[in-house]
């Protein structure tokens, strides 16, 4: 009786925790299809007339194409050079704690996780515009460089779970650090390598306040940028500005589509370690 009334519990929580998700999904899904008038009449209620005007006019607007490709530009070189330094620097320091260089290193970049970003956010503006990286190559660094304390956290704590042993067989059958690092440890680094890559991702697609500091080109605008488009001083457009974070929020659904496979391998591992 008493494990019956706990899977009941379960149950209504999940229920519950299923509407809370879905249910602005469905409002943002209903209003991208509404005229404005169906909107005052009831936003609850299904459109009427499911019809694409709003997403051609939001594609309009917001010159959704080539932000677009300023997202998918600035997600993919953030995830892939993350996954490149932060990895590598992750390793000097696991396989180092020992010295205490090394370990202030550890603690020096952990502590970079309690500072909050507008403290610093004045600064890093001035900085980027008078090096000339108020773009997006400086926008992909700043992602790989702010990752970087919550990263070695992750990595750090899995790396020291790899038995030694691995890899000094490799160094005693003549390979070097470096064949050490790239063939025996990043292969092994594939579940956290999937949990920092779906953290980075979801950030770097979705930052707005980062974006807006740093890129003083509107052609460079990315999507989070573009939306903010609808919202004037008085009003906003709902019917459009719901079609544009429908858009937006599709090629994430994209891959994760294709991806779950590795992203709930890579949690799952990730949470055993």
Same mark, same amino acid.
């Given at each position: 009786?008493?494990?019956?009334?706990?899977?009941?519990?379960?149950?209504?929580?999940?229920?519950?925790?299923?509407?809370?998700?879905?249910?602005?999904?469905?409002?943002?899904?209903?209003?991208?299809?509404?005229?404005?008038?169906?909107?005052?009449?009831?936003?609850?209620?299904?459109?009427?007339?499911?019809?694409?005007?709003?997403?051609?006019?939001?594609?309009?607007?917001?010159?959704?194409?080539?932000?677009?490709?300023?997202?998918? !530009?600035?997600?993919? %070189?953030?995830?892939?050079?993350?996954? +490149?330094?932060?990895?590598? *620097?992750? #390793?000097?320091? /696991?396989? $180092?704690?020992?010295?205490?260089?090394?370990?202030?290193?550890?603690?020096?970049?952990?502590?970079?996780?309690?500072?909050?970003?507008?403290?610093?956010?004045?600064?890093?503006?001035?900085? !980027?515009?008078?090096? %000339?990286?108020?773009?997006?190559?400086? +926008?992909?660094?700043?992602? *790989?460089? #702010?990752?970087? /304390?919550? $990263?070695?956290?992750?990595?750090?704590?899995?790396?020291?779970?790899?038995?030694?042993?691995?890899?000094?067989?490799?160094?005693?059958?003549?390979?070097?650090?470096?064949?050490?690092?790239?063939?025996?440890?990043?292969?092994?680094?594939?579940?956290?390598?999937?949990?920092?890559?779906?953290?980075?991702?979801?950030? /770097?697609? $979705?930052?707005?306040?980062?974006?807006?500091?740093?890129?003083?080109?509107?052609?460079?605008?990315?999507?989070?940028?573009?939306?903010?488009?609808?919202?004037?001083?008085?009003?906003?457009?709902?019917?459009?500005?719901?079609?544009?974070?429908?858009?937006?929020?599709?090629?994430?659904?994209?891959?994760?589509?294709? /991806?779950?496979?590795?992203?709930?391998?890579?949690?799952?591992?990730?949470?055993?370690?």
């Amino acid at each position: 009786m008493r494990r019956e009334r706990t899977n009941w519990l379960i149950t209504i929580l999940l229920i519950l925790g299923s509407v809370f998700v879905l249910f602005p999904l469905y409002l943002t899904v209903s209003v991208a299809f509404k005229t404005p008038q169906e909107i005052a009449d009831s936003v609850i209620a299904p459109p009427k007339s499911w019809s694409f005007e709003n997403f051609i006019t939001a594609i309009e607007m917001t010159d959704f194409f080539n932000a677009l490709g300023n997202s998918l !530009t600035v997600t993919v %070189g953030a995830v892939v050079l993350t996954l +490149l330094t932060n990895s590598m *620097v992750a #390793y000097a320091i /696991a396989r $180092n704690m020992h010295k205490r260089f090394f370990r202030f290193l550890f603690y020096y970049f952990v502590s970079a996780m309690f500072i909050p970003f507008p403290i610093i956010m004045l600064p890093i503006v001035k900085q !980027t515009s008078s090096w %000339g990286m108020d773009n997006i190559v400086g +926008l992909i660094f700043l992602y *790989v460089v #702010y990752g970087l /304390a919550l $990263n070695i956290f992750i990595y750090v704590g899995y790396i020291k779970s790899i038995p030694r042993e691995l890899e000094e067989a490799a160094i005693i059958d003549g390979a070097s650090t470096w064949d050490v690092f790239w063939r025996i440890v990043f292969p092994l680094l594939a579940p956290m390598n999937a949990t920092v890559g779906i953290i980075t991702t979801l950030w /770097a697609w $979705n930052d707005f306040m980062l974006p807006l500091v740093i890129l003083t080109d509107k052609e460079m605008a990315t999507l989070p940028l573009v939306q903010y488009v609808f919202q004037s001083q008085f009003s906003t457009d709902y019917h459009l500005a719901f079609a544009s974070y429908l858009l937006a929020l599709t090629p994430m659904i994209i891959v994760y589509f294709f /991806a779950q496979r590795w992203i709930i391998s890579g949690v799952t591992k990730g949470a055993i370690k």
